[in-house]
Structures are given as C-alpha cells and as structure tokens.
C-alpha cells in the first residue's frame, strides 16, 4: 500500500542446488519472518519443500515490502517452484494472506484497493482471506475467492476442486443501508435553536463549535449530525471504504461503507494519530473522518501541537505526509465539529449554577484556542442546559429524516452554483473572490453588519464567516439574494468573536 492505492509487488522464486533459504526486494522483519509460518504450514499439510537453495525476491525490490500478507503469495511461489502446482497459473491470479502454522490464513489489511488494482491490472482472479472477501468482491468484473485454509489454493490451482468466485450486488448493498442511522433528532428535547444551526451547519458544510456547561447536551447533538447529513454517493462510499481498509479498521461482515464515518478520538490523542504518518505512513483519523464528521469532545483539552497540526487540513482537505524517499497523501474532507466547556469549572453564563472561576482563568483557558484555528470554524454556538419541563416532556421533536431532506435541498442550490468551480462543493469553501460574486448584500443588510461589528465587537476575522453562513441560510429559505434576517441570524453564531470571549 502507498498511500490508500495498491502497488504491485511480484514474488520470484527460484530453486537450485545448495543451501539455505534467501528472501530479498527489501523486506521488513515481520516478511522475513515468514521463512518459519510458511516451512510449519507446507509441512504441516504434507507439502515436502526441497532441501535445496531457495532464492526469493520481491520485485520491484527498491520498495520496502511490510507486514504478513505475503504469506501466501511466497508458500504459492515455492509450490510453483517445487513443481507442486502449475506454475503458470500462479501468474493470472492476485494471491494474499497470513499463514498459520497449521496453514489456516488470516485476514489482511487493504483488500479493497489490492482488489481495485488487481483489476486494473487485468488479472483473473484475486485469492483473499474469507474474512476479507466482503469488502474486496465490491470490485465488478474480478473473480474474488474467499479462502481459510492453503489447501483450498493448492486444490483449486491443481485442479483438484471447485471454487466459486464471491458475488456482491454492490448497488442494491449500498442503496438498502444508506439511512440506517442508530441515533436520531427526534430523541433530543428541547434545544430547538442548535437544531437548527445544526442544520445550517450541514446544509453549508460549515465547520461548528459548540460551547455549553457539562450535561447541556453537546456530545448527543454531535452524534446526530451524520443522520442529517446527505447520503453518500457510491463514489464517496468507495472512496471512505478504501481509507478504512487501509487503516484495518473494517468490520467483519461489512463490504462497502454506507454510513458517513463519525470520528470522536480522546483528547490525548497525539499529532501523528490526528494527521496520520509515522515510521510506516498510516491514515489518521482526520483521513479516516473523510466524507463525513471528526467530532472534538473537550476541544480545550487537546495539546496546543495537536490543534495547530488541524488547520492545513481545514483548508486544503488532503494531508501530504512525506519521507526521504516517497511521498503520501491522503484525503482529508471531513466537516469538524467541536464541543468545549466555557470556562474550567463549566458553569460560565449557565442560568442556575454560579461559575468559581476569575476573569484570567477562563482567559487563559478560552486561549488555548488559537485565532488561526478559530478562523477556521464558522459556527461558534452556545448551548443551554434544557428545562426539567422539556426533560419530562412526552412529545417527540423532529425526526432527522426530515432534517435532512431540506439539506439535501440546499446543497443542490450550492452544487448548481459551484458546477464550473472544481474542488468547491459547499458555502464554507467559498474563496474571497467568490464571496465578493455570490454574497452581495443590500443597503440595510449592509448597515445591520456593520452595526453588529461595531456594537458586539465582532473582529474582522468574524465578517467572511457570517457572509458564508447567511449565504447557506439564504439557500436554506429558497433566497437567491441575502437579506437582512439572513444576516442577522448569521450574526448569532459568532459567540467567540464577541467581546468578553476572546477579547
């Protein structure tokens, strides 16, 4: 795997007289390791291995070749080698797992783009761990063989038995489990007005921050957002399959991603594991937050380094990783949606408990945000604990399916309105040039602006986001202009820009 796409590693096998076993083509530990799994497995199953010299090379041998999927590719080379089974069968087919020492293989990581490029490379066939044999069959016109054991390889190769290539109707998959959401909006009570800046959120792919006192509900808000978001598109459900069969992180059972992915990581995660990287480049979970919400609990709480690492990603929706000698990127377009605390005991403006903390203390805590990642975020909204009377209430609120309905409608707008812009999908990526073209606002929108800027101390960072979220807002009530109300609600959601916040 480089990046989230398949490269093609041949193995060569070679068996002439002497001594010794030879692996080479730049292997790591856990690939020079296999000389023991694969010698216990063939013998195991009665498979006499020559005692003779056996050279093995991975190829092209300038690319380090890591982890246990080789397994069963270099056990099929020294059977094709030893005469054992056809060797130029060997050659039509994509063969992949780990080996046990009784010869039953283990799933692998990355079947999904392994598959891809198996068919791009026009091979016949791809031989894959059962275990894996959901996500890689997504993959039309490729014959997939789910296996468990290497004597259902060496049968089959032989001609001994019959295997039957996996089928997956990828489309009637993807459509039956597009909206099979475990939590909905109906369950929330109360809090009408971050419902429905939620869903302005949603509807412009704006970046939110949610601010309120502990128990005030921002976390079961956050895990609501991907029921009203809009469904994915097979592209898109590809694509979030690819990342996450990459990272291993697909369940058993589960071919293809329907869900958007909601990411919540802990706030002690470190840099690399937000962005991705380390010694062997893996994705990170802004990578696995692509095409759908990296949900920031305790935003405050996160180290200074690991905050900052976010905001090229915020802007440019792709992390490049490199190395000294290659380069990676993964994709990275995810929607961000933070909750914090307003101060350090949490009880800051809350209606009925007292706040013990100074005016430096919730400063200095408030600063641990900084102005760069802030400007990132278009959102900033303050959440109220709920009543006991709409606690106890019995009446359901609005279902997200209905939510979601008018989101879909507003980033049609959008969609129409960007179809000659490549790369701009939503209101939030809207560039100044483009602000200037399609948010033009009237005198008296132009005035009630001006007056919040003035009178709330809204700083100058504040007027893009307010013009991008009334341009959704607009969309949102079928507006092709932005008028005043539009402006004003927009105004509502800057609440770290106003004085007394952030200064």
Known sequence: MVGIDATLITVEVNITQGINFYLVGLPDNAVKESQQRIDSA??????????????????????????????????????????????????????????????TIKPIKGALPIAIEARKQKFKGFFVPLENVDEAAVVNDLDVYGVTHINEVVDFLRGDSKLSPYQINTRELFYKNLSNYPFDFSDVKGQENVKRALEVAASGGHNIVMIGSPGS????????????????????????????????????????????????????????????????????????AHNGIL??????????????????????????????????QYPANFMLVAAMNPCPCGYYNHPE??????????????????????????????????????????????????????????RKIQEERFKDYPGIYTNSQMTPQLLQQFCKLDTQSKNLLKTAIEKLGLSARAYDRILKVSRTIADMDKSEKIKSHHIAEAIQYRSLDKEGWLG
């Not at 990642?373 to 604990?385: F, K, M, Y």
Request: charged share 25%; hydrophobic share 40%; glycine share 8%.
């Open 42 to 103: 063939l013998k195991t199953n009665g498979y006499d291995i020559p005692r003779k010299k056996i050279v093995i090379n991975m190829a092209p041998a300038d690319i380090r070749k890591e982890g246990s999927a080789y397994d069963l590719t270099i056990a099929m080379g020294i059977l094709g080698a030893s005469g054992l089974v056809p060797a130029e069968l060997l050659a039509e087919y994509v063969i992949m797992g780990e080996l046990s020492l009784d010869g």
């Open 353 to 410: 408990k007292a706040c013990v903390c100074s005016i430096g203390q919730i400063q200095r805590y408030l600063n641990k945000l900084s102005g760069p990642l802030l400007d990132r975020i278009d959102i900033h909204l303050e959440v109220i604990p709920v009543s006991f009377d709409k606690l106890s209430s019995e009446a359901k609120g609005e279902k997200s399916e209905q939510i979601r309905k008018r989101v879909i409608e507003a």
């Open 295 to 328: 949900f920031l609990d305790e935003l405050p709480e996160f180290k200074r380094n690991v905050l900052e690492v976010l905001r090229q990603p915020l802007e440019d929706r792709i992390i490049t990783i490199s190395r000294s000698r290659y380069t990676v």
């Open 217 to 288: 509900g921002k976390t079961m808000l956050a895990r609501r957002m991907p029921s009203i978001l809009p469904p994915l598109t097979l592209g898109e459900a590809l694509e979030t399959t690819k990342i996450h069969s990459v990272a291993g992180k697909i369940d058993k059972g589960i071919s293809l991603m329907t869900e958007r992915p909601f990411r919540a990581p802990h706030h002690t995660i470190s840099d690399v594991a937000l962005i991705g990287g380390g010694v062997h480049p893996q994705p990170g979970e802004v990578s696995l």
